[in-house]
């Protein structure tokens, strides 16, 4: 065989495996602004929503440019905040707001689907299983299960039979974050669980700002 024929033969394999790697690498971090983001969301079937695999496939794909997310982002020293970006029958888009430190309860979605996505930071989700429950009497029994990171990278969807969680912002992060969640169907109450104290009640949930603009109390 000619030996420049298979060298040339080398280095066209290289050239076309380095533009595969840089396509492949473009495609699995390509960005889009918060607004292309509900744009593709809203294209989702029903059905999409009944389960879990293609919207988590869709967060691993399309990453959300995190300077588009500016005017739905609102800070509170206190406690993590919720601020409305999208609402629809099918389900509804939330920005949370995370400073160092800050955590949910353990709660639940109310039976419905949840994934989450972390654009800015990183958190971490630690999951329950319930082993036993009454909300007649406000007592309920939990065991921990498995804790998972969520970052940029690497969003995650809850686990519709096993769907009691709490998430966090660890001290040690050291960083602010931000986690986008979209619920199907929207809700506005759950279940907070205390592990340690053995009781479970239903709660009320509110928005800090919705599209945008803070709510008046």
């Known amino acids: 065989m000619n030996p420049k024929r298979v060298a040339w033969a080398y280095i066209t394999r290289w050239r076309y495996t380095v533009l595969h790697e840089n396509m492949t690498t473009q495609a699995r971090s ?5 607004q292309d983001f509900v744009a593709e969301l ?17 967060l691993e794909k399309m990453h959300i440019a995190p300077d588009t997310l500016t005017q739905y982002l609102t800070w509170d020293r206190q406690h993590y905040t ?8 099918l389900y ?7 400073e160092v430190g800050q955590a949910s309860s353990v709660h639940n979605h109310r039976d419905q689907n949840c994934w989450m996505a972390v654009p800015i930071g990183k958190l971490l989700v630690q999951n329950y299983r319930v082993v036993s429950q009454s909300l007649e009497q406000g007592t309920c029994q939990l065991a921990p299960a498995d804790t998972v990171e969520m970052n940029p990278t690497q969003p995650c969807a809850v686990d519709p ?4 969680h709490r998430v966090f912002n660890p001290r040690e992060f050291n960083q602010r974050a931000v986690s986008l969640h979209v619920y199907s169907r929207p809700f506005d109450t759950c279940v907070v669980y205390s ?23």
Request: some cysteine.
């Open 92 to 98: 509804e888009l939330v920005a949370i707001c995370w």
């Open 161 to 164: 039979l096993e769907p009691v």
């Open 30 to 34: 390509k960005q889009l602004s918060i």
């Open 195 to 217: 592990p340690d104290q053995g009781t479970c009640g239903e709660i009320k949930l509110h928005y800090t700002t919705q599209y945008g603009k803070r709510i008046s109390t």
């Open 82 to 89: 919720r601020n409305l970006i999208d609402k629809t029958p």
């Open 42 to 58: 809203r294209k989702f079937p029903q059905s999409a929503f009944d389960r879990t695999d293609q919207i988590i496939h869709f």
